[in-house]
Structure formats: structure tokens, C-alpha cells
């Protein structure tokens, strides 16, 4: 399947200014090329944090939590199986206890055993605990079932979620969303654990003015922005200035060593210097070890790791999360490989890449297929919807669905089933991820469906790959002080990007090394030293030579202790002829 053509696209840069002098002119273009035009939105200081006032539904949270904790209630969290869920309910149960309630438990659902979020499954299986009050974390917008079926009980449900709400909301005794209808919270993007965490900063407040702190410590809730950071990063929510600010202050905690001791144990698990960590060393080295045990196994196993306070318990579990990590590496690279040669074998050549890449095995674990589509999605830059077999053992289909710019996935699938109704049995998710179960008998037609609503949203312009890029780095600025300078810059993340560049090099050596990656030595067509660079993965045929011309990023290269530098590329191509 021949890929649609890449361009690349340097990113206007905006009169900005004026800075002051320690702030070097890259740092200055690349906050320009961002919205960042003045030196004072630069500054991540923790004080600036949005207050609570406006995020939906938070009066009557937070006077639910109030009450629980005064009659000394039973609370039940339940969580999400994701890391967003995980870091979520740690930072709930932590927060909680720390705001004086005594009788804090929590559950998460297993991804087979009961689907996803308060289901009826899992309010089946909570009865044992005897809840006064079901607290839910990343979740429970879109579970009316079971939100019904736990009050049915005589239960109080508080819901605690970001996800995009529906046409009709659960019958909780309380929501809390930054997406509600009316809601006037600045921030839209909160993940799942920023959502809970503000909960809990609102609770604070409240307990603050009823005088509970006067003849007591008051809780330092910061403690527990490690995690926020984590979450929010993992779950791949836009880093507006609101959760720059939340990962910011969770990355300090992390790089000064006052991280949680499961988190230290994934961080030295994944081979990261904690006092240089970044976004993507969240993103590539602590979330799949934490999401790995939600995909196969029990992300209780991720909880009880995060909720761990002695260190060598902690590193046990950390050991295990990083087990079946390498388990879910395998499974993953089968399955990634299964559903290229399916996507491959159903396409017409003559028609060219469809609009939507639909794919389906009845063995792929469910857990992993969200995995499989991001894989095919960034490869052929189309909307990719992988589904796995029956969910739950009930015969339903488990889909995952990743999008590409431009088209907001969630919408996409709310007109069909509004078109189709009934076709689509449970959807949820926001612009660039979605999650749906459907029969297996309905499976082409829904694919049809799909194609052709994803092909009536997609515009000429969307269907084209483009990569932006932050312009080109003189020789003397590829060095080791400016890549810790830009890692330290960030947070860097969704709708805040890493810094990407462009040039042209000289290929002085490039050798292909393991499957498909490439090892180059380059110079920079200005002269200077000679340059490290490797380009993982997609690579085929001869190793190329001559002049190139890349988009890379400044990548710090520590391999064997020699506390280098080296171009990560992200594409090549010929430089063009003089």
C-alpha cells in the first residue's frame, strides 16, 4: 500500500518579544511558532493554575464528598484501565485520605470480565464492599447502565470524567466534566486524574472555609502532581497552558527525585536519567509499562504499584508491569503486522488508500487493538478503526478507532449511529480516539457506513501528510547544551509539539541496522563536525547516499556513557538539485 505523499511545512513565526537576554533567539522562535508571544506566558508557575470556579457540576461534588467524609461513609473509587484511570484513582484515594476520609477503597474494572467503566458487570461485583458512595475517575460519562444500577442499590454515584458527554447524561447525583453543557472551566482539555485532582483542590477549599484546617495540618495536594503529570501526558489530552502548568509541576517532582516510589521504579526500569525526564520519556517509557497490565492482565496491578509507599515493593511490581510490557511489545508487533497484510489485501489498487482503514481478526486481544490502529494510522495517514474479538465473552465486537488532524473521530461515529441507529451499540472517546463495541454480524455494514461519513469530513488538504518543522539549526546549535535546553523547555506534548527541524546533510556513512532502522553519520551542509543520526523503523532497500535532506529532532544520545547528541529523524528524502 503505496503511502500518500509527506510535505514538509516550516511553521510561521509570529513578532514576539520583548524577552529577556537569557532567553536564547531558538527558544524565543520555537515559543513564537506556538502562541507563545510574550515572556510571562512562558513561565509555568504553579500559581497561575486556573481556580476550580466553572468546572461543571463541582458544587455538588464536592458537597457529596463533604458529607461522606464527615458521616464517615464507605467510598468507592473505580477507575479506568488505562494509565489516565490508574494515576486518576491513585490520586483520588491518596486525596481523599488526606482530606480526612477514613473508609476509602477502590476497584477498576477488568477490561474482559467487566468492559469498560461502572458497568452493570462491575456493579455486580462491588456489592461485597458494601459502598455508601461510587466515586468514578476517567469514566462514567457515558455509563448510564450502570450508573442506574448502582443507585438502584441505594448508592450515590459521583461521576468524575473528561470524556466528550452524549445527547443525555447518566443519572449521577453528581458530574463533574469540564465538557458539560454551559460549563465555563478555561480548560476543555483536563485529562481524567486533572479532573479528579481539581475535584479534590475544590474539596480542600471548601473544608478550608468550614474551618477544618484550623487546628490541623493542611494537606499538601502538589504532592501528588508526579502522577497528574503522568496521566495527563499518557492519555495524549492537548497541553494547553492550564496542563502545561499541571505537568510542569508533576515533571519538577519527578526530576528532583520526590516522585512516588513506583514511579521511581519505572522510570529506572525504563533506563531514563530522572533528573533530564521529559513528556516523552512519559509517553515512550512509564505509560506502556502502567497501560501494559490494563491491556493484558489487571490494572490493579498498575494501582497497587503507584499506591505502593515502600520502595522495594514498589520496584517488585514495577518489575512485573515491565514484564508484561515486553509481552505486550510482541503481541503487538504480530498483530501490527496481521492487519497491515489484511488492510493490504483488501485494497483496490486502482482506487488508491481508502479513507478509512477498518480492520478485524477474531483472535487480536482487545486490549491491544487501540495499539494496532495508532500503528497503521501513523504509517498511511488515515483514519484507522482495529477491531479485536468478542468482548467480555457476550459476542460483541471490541473497536479502537485513532484519527488523524481534522477529523474528529468521536463526531464521525455519533453521526452514524444517528444516521444508523442501533448499528453501533456503545461509542465513546474524544477528537483523535474512540472506543465502540458493535455485533460481529454488523461489522460491514458499519464499515461502509464509516468510509463514506469519514470521506464526506475529510477535505483534499486533510488526506495529504504533512510534517511541520521549526526551520533549520545552524551547525553550532546541534549541540548537547541546546538539546537539554529544548528538553527542559517543554512540557512538550499534544497541541505544544516537540521541536522538529529541517536541513540538508551529507551522508558520510548509513548502514541499516536491526529491521528496517537506519544508522547515519552526516554533516551539515555549512560544514562542522560530523553528526550522529538514526531513523527508526519503515526503512527498505539500499542505504542511502549523497545529499539529504531531513526533518529531525535533537535527541540526547548517552548510550554507553558518552553524553552526546544525535538527530532523531522523523523523515528523508533527496535534497534537491543546485
Known amino acids: ?78 477507575g479506568d484501565f488505562d494509565c489516565d484511570g490508574a494515576t486518576g484513582t491513585v490520586v483520588a484515594v491518596h486525596g481523599l485520605q488526606r482530606l480526612g476520609a477514613r473508609r476509602v477503597s477502590y476497584r477498576v474494572p477488568h477490561r474482559l470480565a467487566h468492559g469498560y467503566g461502572l458497568s452493570p458487570a462491575l456493579v455486580e461485583d462491588l456489592q461485597a464492599l458494601q459502598p455508601d458512595l461510587v466515586l468514578t475517575v476517567d469514566s462514567g460519562i457515558a455509563c448510564h447502565a450502570g450508573v442506574a444500577a448502582a443507585r438502584a442499590r441505594g448508592w450515590r454515584v459521583l461521576v468524575s470524567d473528561h470524556h466528550l458527554p452524549g445527547p443525555s447524561l447518566p443519572e449521577a447525583d453528581a458530574i463533574v466534566n469540564p465538557n458539560l453543557p454551559g460549563a465555563g472551566f478555561p480548560s476543555k482539555a483536563l485529562a481524567g486524574v486533572g ?31 508526579d502522577l497528574v503529570a503522568v496521566g495527563t501526558v499518557a492519555d495524549l489530552v492537548p ?20 516522585a512516588r516510589p513506583g514511579l521511581k521504579a519505572l522510570v529506572e526500569l525504563s533506563g531514563r536519567e530522572p533528573a533530564m525526564l521529559s513528556t516523552s520519556d512519559i509517553g515512550f517509557g512509564l505509560a506502556p509499562r502502567l497501560n501494559a497490565a490494563g491491556r493484558l492482565e489487571d490494572m490493579a496491578l498498575g494501582i497497587e504499584c503507584l499506591l505502593c509507599e515502600e520502595p522495594g515493593r514498589a520496584r517488585e511490581l514495577a518489575v512485573v508491569l515491565d514484564r508484561i510490557n515486553a509481552e505486550r511489545r510482541e503481541l503487538q508487533a504480530r498483530m501490527v503486522e496481521q492487519a497491515e497484510q489484511l488492510a493490504v489485501s483488501a485494497l483496490d489498487a486502482r482506487a488508491g488508500l481508502p479513507d478509512l482503514v477498518c480492520v478485524h481478526d477474531p483472535d487480536w486481544h482487545a486490549g491491544v487493538v487501540g495499539l494496532v490502529a495508532s500503528k497503521l494510522k501513523e504509517r498511511w495517514h488515515r483514519p484507522v478503526i482495529a477491531f479485536g474479538g468478542e468482548e467480555g465473552g457476550d459476542g460483541r465486537l471490541k473497536g479502537s478507532a485513532r484519527s488523524i488532524p481534522g477529523l474528529h ?49 475529510l477535505s483534499e488538504e486533510q488526506r495529504l501528510r504533512e510534517l511541520w518543522t521549526d526551520g533549520e539549526l545552524a551547525p553550532d546549535e546541534i549541540s548537547r547544551a541546546v538539546a537539554e535546553q529544548l528538553r527542559l523547555a517543554g512540557p512538550w506534548g499534544q ?84
Open 1 to 78: 500500500m503505496s503511502l500518500p505523499p509527506l510535505r514538509l511545512r516550516r511553521r510561521p513565526v509570529p513578532e514576539s518579544g520583548p524577552w529577556p537576554a537569557a532567553v536564547p533567539p531558538l527558544l524565543r522562535r520555537i515559543y513564537a511558532a506556538r502562541g507563545v508571544l510574550r515572556p510571562q506566558d512562558a513561565e509555568l508557575k504553579l500559581a497561575r493554575l486556573a481556580p476550580p470556579v466553572g468546572l461543571g457540576g463541582l458544587e455538588a461534588a464536592v458537597e457529596l464528598l463533604r458529607e461522606a467524609i464527615a458521616r464517615d461513609r464507605h467510598i468507592v473509587v473505580v
Open 195 to 225: 479532573v479528579v485532582f481539581y475535584l479534590l483542590l475544590a474539596l480542600r477549599q471548601r473544608l478550608r472555609a468550614e474551618g477544618v484546617f484550623a487546628a490541623q495540618p493542611e494537606p499538601d495536594l502538589g504532592e501528588l502532581l
Open 239 to 258: 497541553l494547553d497552558y492550564n496542563n502545561r502548568l499541571l505537568v510542569a509541576a508533576g515533571l519538577r517532582r519527578l526530576r528532583e527525585g520526590r
Open 409 to 457: 473521530i468521536r463526531d464521525a461515529l455519533a453521526a452514524v449511529d444517528a444516521r444508523h441507529p442501533g448499528l453501533i451499540e456503545r461509542f465513546g472517546g474524544h477528537a483523535m480516539a474512540a472506543g465502540l463495541s458493535l455485533a460481529p454480524e454488523r461489522l460491514d455494514a458499519f464499515a461502509e457506513a464509516m468510509r463514506l461519513e469519514v470521506g464526506q469530513r
Open 495 to 578: 497541541g505544544f509539539p516537540e521541536p522538529v527541524f529541517d536541513g540538508e546533510f551529507e551522508v558520510l556513512e548509513a548502514r541499516e541496522v536491526g529491521r528496517g532502522h537506519l544508522r547515519l553519520r552526516l554533516r551539515h551542509r555549512a560544514g562542522g563536525s560530523v553528526l550522529a543520526a538514526i531513523h527508526f523503523g519503515g526503512w527498505t532497500g539500499e542505504p542511502p547516499s549523497g545529499r539529504l535532506r531531513l526533518a529531525y529532532q535533537l535527541d540526547l544520545d548517552d548510550w554507553g556513557g558518552r553524553r552526546g547528541v544525535q538527530l532523531l529523524v522523523r523523515h528523508l528524502e533527496p535534497a534537491p538539485m543546485v
